[in-house]
């Protein structure tokens, strides 16, 4: 679909409801006729997910632009059980500077209403409170900008228009040393460099763990060279020391590395332009030339900085003497496609990376791979490997074999002496031991809250407890604490499709004053699998074409179906000679569950007007 025109679909828009009430109300709970009279975006996240932090920070210019007109409420609808805890989506909020009212949603009520069936959507509302836009995915900032100055023209003149403050209410700041950090360092003279993520600063902690010794970064999002003073960071996440004794810091919301000197305190930029990465755009070159993605860890592996590159499911690396002034970056292993998938490293698909260890022996580069749950790891040949985990829909805390053993988005690993290698075990409060030899799990300890890094020093351990917004200290147990096992599938409700041909259709729409980009080729891509593999007879893989016919096993009776699509649009106006262009991508993860009389058609909408 590429015609240019909005379309207005006279949908009443359904009520938000949440069992878990609002946040940043100030404690006033809304209906959607509280807000008549605004442009309303609503934003259907969880927390766990990067392309959703993706749309936050998009979202901030939309915004403060039109903070008088626009109001955007964030619908949290939970992936993992962890997700669905109140107090975990009120840590999540503040986490993330989310400057807007939350409703959170843990049984996905709005979710349904709205028929909503990927994280990252967006859903726009216009002041008489009918539903004119949905967008799934990340990157529509640009149509959604374009929709809502439509709407302030078009409801100004009918009347219907209602300016003024919006019902957010900012949360009351909290004094503690540290506020949700992210990662942690143990520096040569034996003091701790911790990523201070909310506060967007990096700290040196003395051998305590709790004095302050001296604090980089100015303390405001930005991205800045400079002085331990005025230098900027945005969410900075892992750290590495570097041959030369400086610290390679993963800034993940500025999509850059930057460099620390620990002596003077000086931060430069290794690699990324502060831009995101977007399909279509260089996968290698001169560092400070190709933009990043959310880089969420770092560690040296092999000569090179590898660099857990969550916000595109893949592992990069920076070469620091490779051909150019100031080194080189490239991919090592992944596609870009999200799942769990094992091989060549140009084969292997990852689900947002987000830490890294290298083994004792220095062969191995283990990763905590996120959203499958999943620990993995790459060998000195680039192949990728899996030691724990099944997939994308699968997770809880289960100690034992290898193949029975059970994660919950875990955010670290740690690298121990013995060839082991300890886990934190994020969505599960607990910090985990994967042993290679025996191919067994453990549990080391519990009660922790978010542990998303671990450094070891001496005989003991040392966790960030983000969440607690704290290093503590344990003492590695020699026997595991016992623990009840408990399993895990992603729950959101199924679709029900008949057996054999089910036609699946990827809907776009560009967006008004775009176009599909033919100039070179066709402009779409669609990625179809499933889980299990044996659910499709035929469709799976790759094709140009947005529509497919897909052949469903009627031996099996349920499964997940992946898709992955991809359009380019770029602005219609002949007489612009470079005109601005767009990638949309989403991820779906669509359950089905396949009966007699169910639908034979699949659409996903991928961006456009909800027709």
């Excluded at 709205?114 to 009918?130: C, S």
């Excluded at 959604?144 to 003149?157: S, T």
């Excluded at 000086?266 to 993605?293: C, I, K, M, N």
């Excluded at 070891?456 to 026997?479: C, K, M, N, Q, Y």
Aim: charged share 25%; proline share 6%; with cysteine.
């Amino acid at each position: 679909m590429n015609d240019s025109t909005p379309r207005r679909a006279r949908v009443r828009a359904p009520e938000l409801i949440g069992k878990g009430g609002w946040l940043n109300t100030g404690g006033e709970q809304y209906t959607l006729a509280d807000l008549r009279g605004r442009v309303v975006v609503l934003d259907f996240w969880t927390f766990c997910c990067i392309n959703c932090l993706h749309v936050l920070d998009e979202l901030r210019e939309l915004e403060e632009k039109h903070r008088d007109t626009v109001v955007i409420i964030g619908v949290h609808s939970p992936k993992f059980v962890h997700e669905a805890e109140h107090q975990a989506v009120v840590d999540a909020v503040e986490r993330y500077d989310v400057e807007h009212p939350v409703l959170d949603d843990p049984e996905l009520a709005t979710w349904k209403q709205y028929a909503v069936r990927a994280w990252p959507t967006l859903v726009v509302i216009d002041p008489e409170g009918y539903v004119v836009a949905q967008h799934a995915g990340e990157g529509h900032a640009h149509a959604i900008e374009k929709l809502v100055e439509e709407l302030e023209a078009e409801h100004e003149a009918k009347g219907t228009l209602r300016r003024g403050d919006g019902p957010y209410v900012a949360p009351e700041p909290e004094p503690t040393v540290l506020r949700f950090p992210g990662k942690a360092l143990a520096l040569p003279g034996g003091s701790f460099l911790v990523s201070d993520t909310t506060r967007h600063q990096l700290v040196e902690l003395d051998a305590d763990g709790e004095t302050v010794l001296r604090r980089i970064g100015s303390g405001t999002r930005g991205f800045a060279d400079g002085t331990a003073e005025s230098a900027g960071f945005s969410e900075p996440q892992g750290l590495a020391l570097l041959d030369d004794g400086a610290v390679v810091v993963a800034d993940t919301v500025n999509h850059a590395l930057r460099r620390l000197d620990l002596e003077t305190g000086y931060v430069t930029t290794l690699a990324g332009t502060g831009r995101q990465w977007w399909q279509g755009s260089p996968t290698s070159g001169p560092a400070r030339e190709v933009d990043l993605s959310s880089p969420w860890d770092v560690a040296v592996f092999g000569g090179r900085v590898w660099i857990a590159m969550a916000g595109v499911h893949q592992l990069w690396a920076y070469d620091p003497a490779g051909d150019g002034e100031g080194g080189t970056v490239a991919v090592a292993a992944g596609t870009t496609n999200e799942g769990l998938v094992d091989g060549p490293g140009d084969q292997a698909w990852f689900a947002q990376p987000s830490g890294l260890a290298v083994s004792a022996d220095g062969e191995r580069l283990w990763l905590a791979d996120s959203e499958t749950s999943a620990l993995r790891w790459v060998d000195r040949e680039g192949a990728v490997h899996t030691a724990v985990g099944t997939g994308l829909f699968d997770f809880g805390h289960r100690d034992g074999s290898a193949e029975q053993a059970l994660f919950q988005h875990p955010l670290g690993v740690t690298a121990l002496p013995d060839g082991s290698v300890a886990v934190s075990d994020t969505y599960n409060h607990a910090l985990r031991r994967y042993d290679p030899a025996t191919g067994e799990v453990t549990t080391l300890a519990t009660d922790l809250r978010e542990p998303s890094d671990a450094v070891l020093v001496g005989d003991d351990i040392v966790v960030v407890e983000s969440a607690r917004h704290r290093l503590t200290r344990l003492r590695l147990p020699e026997e595991a604490v016992q623990v009840a096992s408990v399993a895990h599938r992603t729950q959101r409700a199924a679709t029900d499709v008949a057996p054999g041909e089910l036609r699946l259709d990827v809907v776009f729409q560009a967006p008004a004053g775009q176009k599909l980009d033919t100039r070179y080729g066709p402009s779409t891509r669609l990625l179809v699998s499933s889980t299990p593999p044996e659910l499709l007879l035929a469709g799976e893989g790759a094709d140009t074409d947005l529509s497919r016919t897909l052949e469903l096993n009627p031996a099996v009776p349920e499964g997940v179906l992946h898709v992955s699509a991809m359009a380019a649009s770029c602005d219609d106006d002949p007489a612009n000679e470079y005109p601005a262009c767009h990638v949309h991508q989403q991820d779906w993860g669509v359950p089905v569950r396949v009966t007699e009389g169910g639908a034979d058609r699949l659409p996903l909408v991928l961006a456009g007007m909800d027709a």
